[in-house]
């Protein structure tokens, strides 16, 4: 720390009697004077490069990348003008001392390259811890004092039993762990679209390995990065305990829901397409999450349905084993009405809806028993496509029914009510 000091003291020294010299003024009037023609050519420039980069539709990463370049387009420029006035002062020997032009170009590329690369990274939160720590560390590099940076960083810190953690460490670590857990993520993406493409697994495996492929990455990911820094994989059995303990009391649903998902995955009892009735709910299932199932109704509400729900509760699946699924509409005629004209209307007005197989099972229609006000029927019909809603093909069979009776004179009646008076009413009357 001692040797640290006067090592600092004498570098910002130096610096101020070469920002004091003529040439230095010199070259931070060139600088400056060529950043103007590096931000015209950019604008010039630019909207040339956008649109073609508009005609790129099928590669979605590639754009991106482009769109980050063509944003810091002018810091391309303003390093390649400087490295022209470098190579030309080196030429022509004037001014004799062009450090700061050398600098200020590579400064320039170093913005420019991490500013560019850093954009790719889609978290925020990464994307400008990234930027700050590349950055500072090329930056110091450049300028020739990232040894003392480094020395001084270091000497702050303390120890935590036989390991030391200081300022230097603490960066590493975070620098590591923060690229380590975006090429998790990004090849745990890639790897579950490949997956997800493969036809010969069923849609509940493919769910299930992209799972266990992206949580092993990120684990993976994980243990490197503490690895990186020094600190010994066996010291965290203790830790590992506590956390064991605080999973088993503080997230008992987390878990749960979790084991659930897997469950789910593994006997393969709903899967990504299936129609199901949960309590209220109906729809197609639309996704499974580690968490949840994404069901969409036929309003286009989403619901985030627990995996627990779909282990404890009782689930229609519509779709389990075979989509063909049999719907009864009950209805009643009145007593006037020949119950065997009223089936074999039924039935034809049943097979004219489009929707109703009636090849495979053709509908039928039984008489139930005799009502209050009615002669009761079942109609009973069969369907392949659950997935387009039960109520409204309901409904389009029992339009069906009313154009057909009602082109027959069968009559569909409502209740009737007699009302016998036991004991004589006066009625008084004003004379």
């Keep these: 720390m001692e040797s640290l000091i006067p090592a600092i003291t004498e570098f910002f020294q130096e610096l101020v009697e070469q920002l004091l010299h003529p040439e230095t003024g010199l070259q931070l009037v060139l600088i400056v004077v060529i950043f103007l023609p590096a931000w015209l050519l950019a604008r010039k420039i630019k909207p040339i490069l956008e649109q073609q980069a508009r005609k790129i539709k099928d590669s979605p990463g590639l754009l991106r990348l482009i769109v980050a370049f063509l944003r810091r387009l002018k810091w391309f420029f303003f390093a390649l003008l400087l ?61 020739g004092i990232s040894t003392e940076i480094g020395e001084l960083m270091d000497t702050a810190g303390f120890s935590v039993g036989t390991y030391r953690l200081s300022v230097l460490t603490l960066l590493q670590g975070a620098l590591i762990f923060s ?58 059995t203790v830790f590992s305990g506590a956390v064991g303990v605080g999973i088993g009391f503080g997230l008992q649903k987390v878990v749960s829901n979790f084991i659930s998902g897997i469950i789910i995955l593994m006997d393969q009892s709903i899967k990504p397409g299936d129609t199901i009735s949960l309590g209220e709910t109906f729809g197609w299932i639309r996704e499974l999450r580690a968490r949840f199932v994404s069901v969409v109704t036929r309003d286009g509400r989403e619901f985030l349905i627990p995996n627990e729900d779909f282990i404890t509760t009782q689930v229609i699946n519509w779709s389990f084993s075979d989509k063909y699924v049999r719907l009864d509409v009950p209805f009643g005629v009145s007593y006037n009405s020949d119950p065997h004209e009223v089936s074999r209307l039924a039935i034809e007005a049943a097979g004219q809806v489009g929707r109703v197989d009636a090849t495979r099972n053709p509908p039928v229609c039984w008489m139930t028993g005799f009502g209050d006000s009615s002669l009761d029927f079942l109609l009973r019909f069969w369907i392949r496509d659950p997935q387009r809603g039960l109520t409204n093909v309901r409904g389009m069979v029992l339009l069906a029914l009313w154009d057909t009776f009602k082109e027959h004179d069968i009559n569909i009646p409502f209740p009737h009510r007699e009302i016998i008076m036991r004991s004589p009413v006066e009625i008084e009357t004003k004379s």
């Design 83 to 143: 490295a022209i006035a470098y190579l030309l002062t080196t030429i022509t020997e004037w001014p004799k001392n062009n450090y700061l032009i050398e600098n200020a170009m590579l400064l320039a590329v170093a913005w420019w390259g991490i500013s560019v690369v850093a954009h790719v990274i889609r978290s925020r939160l990464l994307r400008k811890a990234f930027t700050i720590i590349a950055w500072s560390y090329v930056a110091a590099t450049i300028l």
């Design 179 to 236: 690229l380590l857990m975006w090429a998790a993520i990004n090849l745990g993406d890639f790897l579950d679209r490949r997956i997800q493409k493969i036809d010969e697994l069923t849609p509940s495996l493919r769910v299930l390995i992209g799972k266990v492929t992206r949580i092993t990455l990120l684990i993976f990911a994980i243990l490197v990065a503490i690895s990186s820094v020094g600190i010994d994989l066996t010291a965290l």
